[in-house]
């Protein structure tokens, strides 16, 4: 994106003097802009080197839309999957239980607690849509489960539908990782 606003700048004529402040702004946040891609590549980098020789690193490529920088994040996020004794004490820890409101014939829709993790909730968010974007080359359990929710509902918000394949994907990460298995579609799509 930097590279791609220099080379447009270089292209472009200006409207302002070549010493105009305006101009010198603009140099410097394209600058900044480099400078901040580079730490974050580089924080990235030191993630993935950190997370290589961890098990649950390839147990969690291979879930068809989980990359390196996903799988990594998941970790720093996360940690050791192992401490939650169930998927459920791992829903509380990211904040996706469901909130139950009931006071006498009154029974409130059910929302997300929103308690846990922030940043795990975001970063599982996202990844529900990378699982759905490659379902169409690499086929996935929890794409088939969202499509099949999305189908079967008249809701328009895709939200309820994404927080439930987060739940499956909850359910499966800690199954693979505690057996150390890789993901496999074929065994998956019988269950």
């Given at each position: 994106l930097t590279e791609k606003l220099i080379s447009l700048a270089?292209?472009?004529y200006c409207a302002v003097k070549k010493d105009s402040p305006m101009l010198e702004q603009a140099r410097y946040y394209a600058q900044e802009l480099q400078r901040l891609s580079d730490c974050r590549q580089a924080a990235l980098d030191e993630m993935k080197s950190l997370a290589e020789f961890l098990p649950e690193y390839d147990i969690l490529l291979s879930i068809p839309g989980i990359a390196e920088t996903t799988a990594t994040s998941i970790i720093g996020e996360l940690g050791d999957i192992r401490r939650f004794k169930t998927a459920n004490q791992l829903n509380a820890f990211i904040g996706i239980d469901l909130r139950h409101y009931e006071s006498g014939d009154y029974l409130a829709k059910e929302h997300i607690t929103k308690r846990g993790n922030p940043y795990a909730r975001k970063i599982l968010f996202r990844c529900i849509y990378n699982i759905i974007s490659t379902s169409r080359t690499n086929p996935c359990h929890i794409a088939d489960f969202y499509k099949k929710r999305k189908k079967q509902s008249q809701a328009t918000s895709t939200k309820p539908h994404v927080i439930a394949s987060m739940h499956r994907l909850?359910?499966?990460?800690?199954?693979?990782?505690?057996?150390?298995?890789?993901y496999d579609y074929n065994i998956t799509k019988n269950q």
């Open positions: 270089k292209q472009s909850i359910r499966t990460i800690p199954y693979l990782i505690t057996h150390n298995k890789l």
